[in-house]
């Protein structure tokens, strides 16, 4: 059992590409610490380094107190279980699961107790004397654990371990590793591109783009607070809706207006605006964030909360069992053709994704009001797309890298500014010169005197 530091981190291949930039992240002992994000963001790469299987090119890795960069991986005391199980298919189950322990030479009662003990804790005991071939897609991921539990590491890796597997073996091999993690009371990180997962078992969740830290919480203020437009939009099902918004009105009473609608935001809400007088009536965009869950079409709600009601089209009814969806497009001229028929979504870009009850009477093609939840809506700075929005989520990491983009962007545009200003006075200065001579030319010759004509 340990706890981890990563300071700085960062990798970059021989060809140039920088696959991790900056990751700093400390992980205490005991955590469930999930790493989460599309392909090709550097979560796997990120925990290849942790487990010595690439090379760190800056940065320092400390486990337990002790740096561990130029350790071998033999020596990190670590368990790492990989997508595709990596199992021997010529050995027994028991003999997967000892292997490690046989090629370091520990005694042979201490082996037998340590496999069975784990395939007591996984429910393998029965399947000892099986081969991999004769098991299930979720046997075969339990052995792959049971393998790693055996060592009794002080850090447990595992990288999209669940990727295989069909959608009910996922969910129970979830609940397996999340308890697994609670009986052994050990350090976990856990890589993943399914958001569901790092929703359900982390303590905190790490959301990655392009080698880059996003935003590091615990899966419900990450739902509630994101940080910014990506991390809002990759935490989700369906993902959030954004809108192009501003803001106007006056600071007792603040509309957003967006898509031909304008709504009261809530006082709650405008107490949480950072920086209010910068985006209040100035034009100054906006990202208008709202999830689907936050829509609602019921009587009573729309009637409580007449001040955020929107009008849209149906075009697509989704009845799911337990909840609908919609998908509609805005109820304006532009989202109708000349014939009349309403705008399909491909051809639509204002368009939005409500969830709403299964019992709903609500029918595809029609128009509704719906009502959002203003208590719970997001707003974004359109340039920066960081959460203006005051809440324990707009606190988070954000990468320093990041931060000197945003600076080097605000240095160009106030340089582009003042070239464009120089070069006005300029072309004022070059007009007005024109404008002398020419004047000069027009201005008549004074007629020579008597003296003058004398002395010629």
Same mark, same amino acid.
């Given at each position: ?5 990563? =300071? ?31 392909? *090709?963001?550097? @979560? ?15 940065? =320092? ?13 033999? $020596? ?77 590491? #002080? ?89 192009? %918004?501003?803001?106007?009105?006056? #600071? ?15 006082? %709650? ?14 034009? #100054? ?20 909360? =007449? ?11 989704? @009845? ?14 532009? $989202? ?56 324990? *989520? ?16 605000? %240095? ?28 000069? #030319? ?15």
């Amino acid at each position: 059992m340990a706890g981890l530091l990563l =300071d700085h981190i960062y990798k970059v291949y021989s060809s140039g590409v920088q696959a991790v930039t900056d990751f700093t992240l400390d992980i205490q002992d005991k955590e469930f610490i999930v790493f989460v994000g599309p392909s *090709g963001c550097g @979560k796997s790469t990120t925990l290849r380094m942790i487990a010595g299987l690439e090379e760190i090119t800056d940065g =320092d890795l400390v486990i337990d107190g002790r740096k561990v960069n130029l350790i071998q991986p033999k $020596d990190r005391d670590i368990a790492m279980v990989f997508q595709n199980y990596a199992l021997y298919p010529h050995m027994t189950v028991y003999d997967n699961m000892a292997f490690g322990l046989k090629l370091r030479k520990l005694p042979r009662a201490e082996i037998d107790a340590r496999v069975k003990e784990a395939a007591r804790i996984l429910g393998l005991e029965s399947y000892l004397q099986r081969k991999p071939k004769a098991l299930s897609g979720g046997q075969r991921q339990r052995v792959a654990l049971g393998r790693a539990i055996v060592r009794e590491p #002080k850090v447990f890796l595992l990288d999209e371990p669940l990727s295989n597997l069909d959608a009910k073996l996922r969910a129970q091999m979830r609940t397996e590793i999340t308890k697994l993690h609670h009986r052994l009371a050990t350090t976990f990180i856990y890589v993943t591109h399914d958001q569901v997962e790092a929703m359900t078992m982390g303590t905190r969740i790490v959301v990655m783009k392009d080698g880059f830290i996003q935003q590091v919480d615990a899966p419900q203020k990450l739902y509630d607070y994101p940080a910014n437009v990506f991390v809002a939009g990759f935490i989700g099902t369906p993902q959030m809706n954004f809108f192009d %918004a501003t803001l106007t009105g006056t #600071k007792e009473n603040v509309y957003v207006e967006f898509e031909g609608q304008k709504i009261l935001v809530n006082k %709650a809400t405008v107490d949480r605006i950072i920086n209010l007088e910068d985006y209040l009536n100035t034009g #100054k965009p906006i990202v208008f964030g709202v999830r689907p869950e936050d829509f609602h079409d019921e009587e009573d709600f729309i009637a409580k909360n =007449d001040k955020s009601v929107i009008k849209v089209k149906v075009d697509v009814l989704e @009845k799911l069992g337990a909840e609908s969806l919609l998908y509609c497009v805005f109820d304006t001229s532009e $989202d109708v053709e000349e014939d009349g028929t309403m705008k399909s979504l491909v051809d639509n870009a204002t368009q939005l994704i409500a969830k709403i009850d299964a019992r709903s009477k609500t029918q595809a093609h029609t128009v509704i009001d719906l009502s959002i939840d203003m208590n719970h809506v997001h707003m974004f700075d359109k340039e920066t797309e960081l959460s203006i929005l005051e809440g324990e *989520g707009t606190k988070a990491y954000v990468p320093v890298v990041e931060l000197e983009r945003q600076a080097q962007r605000e %240095a160009e545009r106030l340089a582009q500014e003042e070239a464009k200003a120089q070069k006005l006075a300029a072309k004022e200065a070059a007009k007005a010169a024109r404008l002398a001579a020419k004047q000069a #030319k027009l201005q008549p010759q004074e007629e020579p005197t008597e003296e003058e004509k004398t002395e010629e």
